[in-house]
T-cell receptor, first 111, second 114 residues
Framework: AQSVTQLDSHVSVSEGTPVLLRCNYS??????LFWYVQHPNKGLQLLLK??????LVKGINGFEAEFKKSETSFHLTKPSAHMSDAAEYFC?????????FGAGTRLTVKP | EAQVTQNPRYLITVTGKKLTVTCSQN?????MSWYRQDPGLGLRQIYY???????DKGDVPEGYKVSRKEKRNFPLILESPSPNQTSLYFC?????????????FGAGTRLSVL
């Protein structure tokens, strides 16, 4: 069985400050982990994925995530938020059995 | 351009009136699936298809039907919609069910059942 928990339903930051979106997972296997972004009225778009290679994964638009097996975490970060980063973000865990989406974190960026 | 196309984007209907939401992909993907998105619940899988003529239930299949007669199309059918099926629906595709694969999503269909 697997599960994924996004620890914050809503995160608000000021433009130019760091972003941290937290994700914890559980899986019986060595999972693949993904972050997707959903802008208003759009479908989900891949930000980055982890598939058991380097534990620090770089994605699009300056985002990155670090896989920490000991903490079962895959937190998403960005050094400096931009107004265009305002969106909903989903953490996804995938293994041999299944794929699960987190409940989502809505990121608000204040000017 | 590689894409997943859903239609319609918005739909308002009444209880019991059968409807179909179409989904088409142009990437020759084997695996397709349908999700519903509800606030605080993330995306939950309704049905998926590993290949043509092979479909299976996801986590929330009740009240829905699907078919996969050709590789590119995967329509979602609500035979008798009810208000609890009011939701945002996404179709997605990927090359296969391999856990490493990225999924490609349509733009979504917002359904309201009155």
């Amino acid at each position: 069985a697997q599960s994924v928990t996004q620890l914050d339903s809503h995160v608000s930051v000021s433009e130019g400050t760091p972003v941290l979106l937290r994700c914890n997972y559980s899986s019986s296997y060595s999972p693949s982990l993904f972050w997707y972004v959903q802008h208003p009225n759009k479908g989900l778009q891949l930000l980055l994925k982890y598939t058991s290679a380097a534990t620090l994964v770089k994605g699009i638009n300056g985002f990155e995530a670090e896989f920490k097996k000991s903490e079962t975490s895959f937190h998403l970060t960005k050094p400096s938020a931009h107004m265009s980063d305002a969106a909903e973000y989903f953490c996804v865990v995938s293994d041999q059995d299944d794929m699960r989406f987190g409940a989502g974190t809505r990121l608000t960026v204040k000017p | 351009e590689a894409q997943v196309t859903q239609n319609p984007r918005y739909l308002i209907t009444v209880t019991g009136k059968k409807l179909t939401v179409t989904c088409s992909q142009n990437m020759n993907h084997e695996y397709m699936s349908w999700y519903r998105q509800d606030p605080g619940l993330g995306l939950r899988q309704i049905y998926y298809s590993m290949t043509v003529e092979v479909t299976d239930k996801g986590d929330v299949p009740e009240g829905y039907k699907v078919s996969r007669k050709e590789k590119r199309n995967f329509p979602l059918i609500l035979e008798s919609p009810s208000p609890n099926q009011t939701s945002l629906y996404f179709c997605a595709s990927s090359p296969n069910r391999d856990r490493f694969n990225i999924q490609y999503f349509g733009a979504g269909t917002r359904l309201s059942v009155l």
